[in-house]
């Protein structure tokens, strides 16, 4: 289980700062490309001040990290799934003549 979850720390870390800009050019494309990605980049780091404190008061109250970790599996699986629907999206407006 400890390899497992080192093994999934090291893709998640690596990715963090390579998926992001990846993600963001292949959507929205190199145009206004900075402004994209910066509202993304200020979401993300709101997201880990708010989020670190807050598994910390979750684990006082609770005694466990397990709901924390549930919490974190759907977030992942929300995201993935808005991710699928981003390109779905962006495909249409492609077929439909409407993206540049």
């Known amino acids: 289980m400890f390899t497992l ?3 999934i720390y090291g ?6 700062g390579t998926l992001g800009p990846l993600l963001t050019t292949a959507l929205f494309g190199n145009k206004e490309y900075s402004e994209i990605y910066a ?8 997201a880990g001040i708010v989020a670190l ?6 684990f006082e109250f609770t005694g466990s990290y397990t ?5 974190i599996a759907i977030m992942l699986t929300i995201n993935l799934v808005l991710i699928i629907l981003a390109f779905k999206g962006k495909k249409k407006l492609e077929e439909a003549g409407l993206w540049n």
């Open 5 to 7: 979850a080192i093994a």
């Open 11 to 16: 893709f998640v870390v690596a990715s963090i």
């Open 39 to 46: 509202s993304a980049v200020i979401g993300l780091a709101v």
């Open 53 to 58: 404190p807050g598994y910390g008061y979750i």
């Open 67 to 71: 709901s924390v970790l549930v919490a």
